[in-house]
């Protein structure tokens, strides 16, 4: 079992570092109204790959442009902005081009480009910013149909290259300090502008998948849950898990009897929602309301029976551990509360514990 | 209904390409029906009459659910996509599967619908 979990560990090691994936930036024209041409592109990024992606299950790979960044996106740009003898010279600036794939939802997955250029040209041995862009290109795929997926990451390149350009053309103070470009005179000022467009949006997050049992204590209760839990993680957003569940609780030995009864069975649906807050990675506070709706069938000393409608409102404040975010196990634990229209048990108090896997 | 499932086998033939698109897509578009997971649905009471308009100077008139709304549009030819941007800033991305002269059918990511498609019919002859 140890041999296997080490030769487990060595191959996964080996997809991590050893696999690489060239992608092929198309040239595909788009139509614009500018009369630049881009003279030279700048790579300047922190880090030189695109991004590590999962291609088939378990095997991740990095990602890098064909021929290089500077020269795949000049070779992208010439065939929309060709250089001309009237064309003003712009020179781009690549401060960020990052590939990301991410679990977003139950059944779906985000593909991301995330881009971030400036534009500028040369007046008087002087760099005059025309436009810093950042700008964001997802696309949504469900898991039955992720056979495109890989081929869409290059296009979605192309699209995030092309909406810079068109938001330098909706400028209109760009389009005059190019125009200012042209017919200025050689040594004099001209204004900068430094107009920055950046889209805000959080990370891809990482999609955890939970699978736990529970065990519960009560006043009054003994029961047990099976659980899958889904949920995109967040640093600062409130939590919402997708989760369902199955689980049966009886009332302790001993208790019925000396109520009054030789017997009470309860059916309960029960409706609620439970929410996350992520105090630090892989620690999260887990809380819940619930509102159970029912009956309650009494059956006295005497074997009557009587029947009694049941509503409640319950809630629960505990924690949640989950330490290997990529696969390992997760713990919880929880204190409860629930006050119910029940005809013996009222009030209830009581605490669970939770063990699991995440995948 | 014929007729449209006829013109529904022929989008699939028709993929134009870059500047082709921003011609054909000019045109009020009248929403004729829906795809979801591969059911065709009609367009309901409040939706009958909605429509896109795409202009020549890259704005926008919409009808949807009686709500009017304008704004400015851009298309961009390596994504497939239209981008649309209401008078308040909001964005839509919708994918276009396929254009002709007679047909647009669109794709949205809405939060509660994904992967919705919407057939509109072109209301001028071009």
Request: net charge negative; charged share 20%; with cysteine.
């Amino acid at each position: 079992m140890k041999t296997f979990a080490y030769l487990l560990i060595f191959f996964v090691s080996l997809n991590t570092v050893f696999a690489q994936d060239s992608l092929q930036l198309n040239t595909v024209a788009f139509p614009t109204n500018l009369n630049i041409h881009i003279e030279h592109v700048y790579d300047n990024r922190e880090t030189k790959e695109l991004g590590e992606v999962e291609r088939i299950a378990g095997e991740k790979s990095q990602l890098y442009l064909s021929g290089g960044v500077e020269q795949a996106i000049q070779e992208f740009m010439d065939v929309s902005l060709p250089k001309s003898d009237t064309s003003t010279p712009v020179f781009i600036n690549v401060k960020h081009l990052e590939v990301q794939l991410a679990q977003t939802g139950v059944e779906e997955l985000t593909a991301r480009v995330y881009i971030r250029l400036i534009f500028f040209v040369k007046h008087n041995a002087q760099e005059i910013q025309l436009l810093e862009i950042g700008h964001y290109e997802d696309q949504l795929f469900s898991f039955s149909n992720t056979s495109t997926l890989h081929q869409t990451h290059e296009q979605r390149i192309r699209a995030a290259l092309e909406y810079c350009v068109v938001s330098l053309m909706k400028e209109p103070s760009i389009q005059n300090t190019l125009h200012e470009l042209n017919t200025i005179e050689r040594d004099a000022p001209i204004v900068n502008h430094k107009i920055t467009l950046l889209e805000q949006k959080p990370i891809l997050t990482k999609w955890f998948n939970l699978l736990t049992f529970k065990k519960s204590y009560s006043q009054y209760y003994e029961g047990w849950e099976i659980s899958y839990t889904g949920f995109a993680d967040s640093d600062k957003d409130f939590i919402i898990p997708f989760e369902f569940s199955y689980g049966q609780s009886k009332t302790k030995s001993g208790l019925v009897k000396k109520e009054g009864y030789s017997s009470i069975d309860t059916y309960v649906f029960g409706a609620g929602a439970n929410g996350y807050i992520k105090l630090t990675p892989g620690v999260y506070v887990d809380l819940g309301v619930s509102v159970p709706i029912g009956v309650e069938i009494l059956r006295d000393l005497n074997n009557k029976q009587s029947e009694n409608f049941l509503i409640g409102i319950g809630a629960s404040q505990g924690i949640k551990i989950i330490p290997w975010k990529d696969f390992g196990l997760v713990f919880g634990a929880s204190v409860f509360e629930q006050v119910q229209s029940s005809k013996v048990f009222k009030k209830d108090i009581g605490f669970e514990f939770e063990i699991g896997v995440n995948f | 209904m014929k007729l449209l499932v006829f013109t529904r086998l022929l989008l699939l033939t028709i993929t134009p390409h870059s500047y082709d698109i921003q011609h054909l897509l000019l045109n009020k578009w009248k929403l004729e029906e829906y795809q979801i997971d591969g059911e065709y649905f009609p367009p309901s009471k409040k939706e009958k009459s909605d429509f896109i308009h795409f202009h020549e100077n890259m704005s926008f008139t919409s009808l949807s659910e009686s709500k009017q709304e304008q704004g400015s549009y851009l298309i961009n030819v390596n994504g497939e996509y239209i981008e649309m941007t209401s008078e308040t800033g909001e964005k839509l991305k919708a994918y276009i599967v396929s254009i002709s002269s007679e047909m647009l059918v669109l794709q949205f990511d809405f939060e509660e619908v994904k992967g919705l498609r919407a057939y509109y019919k072109a209301t001028f002859n071009r």
